[in-house]
């Protein structure tokens, strides 16, 4: 099937000697040249920080104004997580906007496991200075008085877990990314946010600009471009926990990729669009090209925005998220997932997918995908159960507040003889009402040759909704 041309495609930035222009691409240096880029340090500001360790923030339990407070990790969005980040001797000092008060070591223990709590500011007393080293994807906080990280104890990754010092490495537990003050839960941050939407974040001149990246590395944290360029960070909208769709983003930054990213563990693009060129560069509809970005089972990819051409999109090897990810122009599938587990579960919260001339996610591992908070526009299938897979699984699929915009054929497909299920909820379908949407086919699964037909509509078995839970809108 060929591609729908449903819009021309947007000038691209392709600059081949601007170091200005490259900058702006978000490319110089090689962007990928190196397995995973450090973040800038940040400017004096404002700002929330959330653990790699789950996406909580650092929270001042109740936003108590007492000291000796233990703090913790909590849903980002409360009233004790914005920090002002002051500079003094050897770092910055963290302190509470709503108490004006710091965060510091107990008793200035030098030890690992000392508390780390909200205690009366000291004039940049060592056991209140923090540094901010730039690691891969966000930032180490090393405490002057002792050398040792700010981390989430037990490198737990439940909420309302207390944070204390620990000897540094790179766990996820002891990194932490920085975000505007006083959003909510539903976009994990980015390391190289400003203080806010319109502010500007200034990377570091470290070498000289290059065209297109081609190095293939693991990637585990979102990349910054290395040359001198000041650019406009836009926020990334917020979808997932609050049940907002969120709106499409505009970014401002491009990255070129020419081979496939494999994520091992988890990044965060900071809202740029990924373009695919060269072998990712075609478009088309061909089952075999790449991926963009190659997820490792449990691997966790956000605030990614997947240009035109986007190749085969996004694949995944199991378990995954997939959050505030953006498909402007479908290539053959926005996202494949695979895995061998009846107990994975790939979850997509936040987003939108547009021009998908047939499937946006293709289900053809086991377990159960969940798509919530998402927008889709223009689409032959927002999901499928693969109809004809060699080796065939028993697959689930929750739909929850999601909004499809016509034109689209199907909402889910499903095989209903392999014990498939589709549940859906909160379901809008917006646009011309006589361009007809299907909510739930059910199709008779194969292992060879092609699929049939096998009914649509709710039912008690397969197709778990009412009328209810679908509503139309102009």
């Known amino acids: 099937?060929?591609?729908?041309?449903?819009?021309?495609?947007?000038?691209?930035?392709?600059?081949?000697?601007?170091?200005?222009?490259?900058?702006?691409?978000?490319?110089?240096?090689?962007?990928?040249?190196?397995?995973?880029?450090?973040?800038?340090?940040?400017?004096?500001?404002?700002?929330?920080?959330?653990?790699?360790a789950g996406g909580l923030c650092l929270d001042v339990p109740g936003a108590s104004s007492a000291d000796g407070v233990q703090l913790n990790r909590h849903a980002c969005g409360g009233a004790g997580q914005a920090?002002?980040?002051?500079?003094?001797?050897?770092?910055?000092?963290l302190v509470a906007v709503h108490s004006g008060k710091c965060a510091g070591v107990r008793e200035a223990k030098t030890g690992a496991g000392a508390a780390v709590e909200q205690e009366a500011c000291t004039g940049g007393a060592a056991a209140q200075t923090w540094a901010l080293t730039a690691v891969e994807g966000g930032y180490r906080l090393v405490n002057a008085g002792s050398g040792k990280c700010l981390a989430v104890k037990d490198g737990s990754t439940a909420p309302d877990t207390p944070v204390q010092q620990n000897s540094c490495d790179s766990a996820p537990a002891k990194l932490w990314t920085l975000r505007p003050a006083g959003t909510g839960?539903?976009?994990?941050?980015?390391?190289?946010?400003?203080?806010?939407?319109?502010a500007t974040a200034t990377a570091t001149a470290t070498a000289t600009a290059t065209a297109t990246a081609t190095a293939k590395p693991t990637v585990t944290a979102a990349p910054t471009s290395s040359a001198t360029a000041t650019v406009t960070a836009t926020a990334s909208p917020t979808g997932g926990g609050s049940g907002t769709i969120p709106a499409w983003p505009t970014p401002t930054v491009d990255v070129p990729l020419t081979a496939t990213q494999q994520v091992g563990a988890f990044f965060d693009g900071g809202g740029r669009r990924f373009v695919g060129k060269g072998a990712l560069g075609s478009g088309g509809q061909s089952e075999s090209q790449p991926a963009m970005f190659e997820l490792a089972d449990g691997a966790v990819l956000q605030n990614v925005v997947l240009g035109d051409p986007a190749a085969d999109g996004v694949h995944c090897n199991g378990s995954c998220t997939l959050k505030n990810v953006w498909w402007e122009n479908v290539g053959e599938d926005a996202a494949t997932f695979k895995g061998t587990s009846a107990s994975q579960v790939m979850t997509i919260d936040g987003g939108g997918a547009r021009g998908a001339a047939d499937k946006v996610f293709q289900h053809n591992g086991p377990g159960t995908m969940v798509i919530k908070n998402f927008r889709?526009?223009?689409?032959?299938?927002?999901?499928?159960?693969?109809?004809?897979?060699?080796?065939?699984?028993?697959?689930?699929?929750?739909?929850?507040?999601?909004?499809?915009?016509?034109?689209?054929?199907?909402?889910?497909g499903i095989n209903s003889n392999l014990g498939d299920t589709a549940k859906i909820s909160r379901l809008t379908i917006a646009g011309d009402s006589s361009q007809k949407i299907t909510v739930c086919q059910r199709f008779t699964g194969?292992?060879?040759?092609?699929?049939?037909?096998?009914?649509?509509?709710?039912?008690?078995?397969?197709?778990?909704y009412s009328t209810a839970d679908v509503t139309y809108r102009p």
């Not at 947007?10 to 090689?30: E, M």
């Not at 800038?40 to 653990?51: F, Q």
């Open 1 to 52: 099937m060929s591609k729908r041309a449903i819009r021309p495609r947007r000038a691209r930035i392709v600059a081949l000697g601007s170091a200005a222009a490259l900058a702006a691409a978000g490319v110089a240096g090689g962007i990928w040249a190196s397995a995973n880029a450090a973040a800038p340090t940040p400017a004096p500001g404002t700002y929330a920080l959330a653990s790699a």
């Open 83 to 93: 920090w002002r980040l002051s500079t003094v001797k050897g770092g910055f000092t």
């Open 185 to 198: 839960t539903g976009t994990a941050p980015t390391a190289s946010a400003s203080p806010s939407a319109t």
């Open 376 to 412: 889709v526009e223009d689409f032959g299938k927002l999901y499928r159960s693969c109809g004809n897979c060699k080796t065939q699984y028993a697959r689930h699929v929750v739909i929850d507040n999601v909004l499809a915009t016509v034109p689209g054929k199907k909402i889910v």
């Open 446 to 464: 194969v292992t060879s040759g092609e699929p049939k037909e096998a009914g649509s509509g709710p039912d008690s078995t397969s197709c778990l």
